[in-house]
């Protein structure tokens, strides 16, 4: 289901973590509009008292720690399959496994905004509570309809991620943005990896059963829930909650003024244009700005391609580790739970995955002329991966193969996360990948309707993983035609552009903006970072 993500728990896990390495992509922002506008007046909680906001980031990664210590995660496809659920692999395929991609896209939205609405502490709360029920449901029930609850609460917890990334935020100034979201981040893959190897140990050498394993996930569950009850909670966020700041900050220099201020004849018209300062307001809404600034987002020929990447290829990403669980009991059914080896897959996947995000920070090229070119390289490999992860009958081929597809794809995850947030406030950041995690799973829900769902085609997962193949395939052909359109372009350009063309195309590595950047206004008169 599900493992950072899939239709099995390794999937799951897998989804989770790879949401964790992505939405922390505004962490690449070291200024945001926020501060720009009010460097003073609304400090972080804890900005006053160093001591403070270091326990509160502690606390906060330890919680990021333990609410990713699943250790059954891996193992929820061959529970659901194996005699203790007795579920067949066409139900799992089919009926089960497609809820999750409905429940995450019907959840994301209300979660990314009462995330902010309220403050992210409820939605972490919210997800601790949903975990609990996935866990008990599994320990507990056994009908097709609880198994499908099962995976919309799954669908509701992998939603609520968003609060934890975007958390630790609002707990310290700017300068520290990177440097923390660094330790979140770090967090849940040490989590998550630790999980894995857990709960691959537990199968192999403490030989108990799927249930215990469950019921142990659980207890870590239950622990992580209280833990969400116990974090401090914000008094500010990005969007909603500024705006409130801002407000109130008027109405207090509305009350300075001195008397003869209100009596001034000139000034007798305020009251009437009372209705003309809240239209005002919200005109001048952070929420409002970002969605006119998202039209000038479209015309950056960089960020389109990388945020066109982030919704088309995360969407196959995602599809792969929905059901690569299934894929793998159908390679090699083992009959004995000790001879599952997805814990440790899981626990090798995250470790690549993770030294890839690092790799990539050291990669430096003229991203403006090749980015085309590299994706559609990566993107052929997976393909070429996908097609042979189908073809073999060999489950350690298999096991490797889903272990560089998963590594490839991380590589370019903080490619794509500087390539985008770079150039944006973090408030406008955090809705643009919003919005692509939207997109990407609106496609995800179209696929598998269409050929995963009972009511769809309702094919098998070899054959979903043939249509998977053909995806990445025709992604791989738009970008080689692409990247040689570009590439032209930029050659024939060359000497007629002389020493400007040059300085364009200089390599760039991923670095974080510098905190002296100097800011250019936006269309919409607001300030970004150059």
Same mark, same amino acid.
């Given at each position: ?408 794809? !991380? *590589? @370019? #995850?903080?490619?794509?996360? %500087?390539? &985008? ?8 950041? $955090?809705? /643009? ?30 054959? !979903? *993983? @043939? #249509?998977?193949?053909?995806? %990445?395939? &025709? ?8 990247? $040689?359109? /570009? ?44």
């Amino acid at each position: 289901m599900v493992a950072d993500d899939s239709a099995g728990s390794g999937d799951r896990s897998d989804g989770k973590m790879e949401m964790d390495l992505e939405v922390p992509a505004s962490e690449a922002v070291e200024m945001t509009a926020l501060e720009a506008q009010s460097p003073s007046k609304d400090p972080p909680e804890g900005a006053e008292d160093p001591t403070k906001w270091k326990w509160a980031v502690i606390f906060l990664c330890f919680y990021g720690f333990m609410g990713s210590i699943k250790p059954g995660e891996p193992f929820i496809t061959p529970y659901l399959l194996s005699p203790e659920k007795n579920f067949t692999r066409e139900e799992v395929t089919n009926e089960i496994t497609p809820i999750l991609t409905y429940s995450y896209m019907v959840m994301l939205v209300p979660a990314f905004l009462l995330t902010d609405l309220l403050r992210y502490k409820p939605v972490l709360v919210i997800q601790g509570v949903s975990q609990v029920v996935i866990w008990v449901i599994l320990l507990l029930c056994s009908t097709l309809l609880q198994m499908q609850f099962m995976e919309f609460f799954y669908g509701v917890n992998m939603a609520c991620r968003v609060a934890y990334s975007s958390y630790i935020f609002s707990l310290v100034n700017p300068v520290l943005y990177q440097r923390v979201a660094g330790y979140s981040r770090s967090s849940v893959l040490l989590g998550v990896f630790t999980s894995s190897v857990l709960g691959q140990l537990c199968m192999s050498f403490g030989n108990i059963s799927y249930y215990t394993l469950n019921a142990i996930s659980l207890g870590f569950v239950s622990f992580s829930l209280l833990l969400s009850l116990c974090l401090p909670w914000p008094k500010r966020s990005l969007f909603f909650n500024q705006t409130k700041n801002q407000e109130q900050r008027e109405l207090a220099a509305a009350a300075s003024k001195s008397e003869l201020d209100k009596m001034n004849p000139k000034e007798g018209g305020l009251s009437s244009a009372a209705p003309l300062c809240s239209v005002s307001r919200w005109k001048d809404s952070v929420f409002l700005q970002m969605l006119l600034e998202l039209r000038n987002v479209l015309k950056r020929p960089n960020l389109r391609l990388w945020s066109l990447w982030w919704v088309f290829n995360s969407t196959g990403y995602y599809l792969v580790l929905f059901y690569v669980h299934i894929l793998w009991n159908k390679v090699y059914p083992a009959t004995e739970s000790k001879h599952v080896y997805n814990g440790a897959v899981e626990a090798a996947s995250t470790l690549l995955s993770a030294i890839a995000s690092f790799m990539a920070g050291f990669v430096k090229i003229r991203w403006n002329v090749w980015s085309e070119l590299v994706i559609g390289i990566i993107t052929a490999v997976q393909a070429g991966l996908l097609l042979f992860m189908r073809t073999t009958d060999n489950i350690w081929l298999c096991y490797l193969a889903y272990v560089l597809f998963r590594g490839f794809y !991380q *590589f @370019l #995850v903080p490619i794509a996360t %500087f390539q &985008i947030a770079s150039s944006l406030t973090k408030e406008l950041c $955090a809705l /643009v990948f919003g919005i692509n995690t939207f997109f990407g799973t609106i496609l995800k829900s179209i696929i598998n309707l269409i050929f995963s769902d009972k009511r769809g085609l309702a094919l098998d997962v070899h054959s !979903q *993983f @043939l #249509v998977y193949f053909i995806y %990445f395939a &025709i992604l791989t052909v738009i970008y080689f035609v692409c990247a $040689a359109f /570009v590439i032209t372009r930029h050659y024939r350009n060359q000497p007629r552009s002389g020493g400007g063309a040059s300085e364009q195309a200089t390599p760039t590595e991923l670095s974080p903006v510098a905190i002296n950047s100097e800011t250019q206004p936006l269309s919409n008169g607001k300030s970004a970072i150059a």
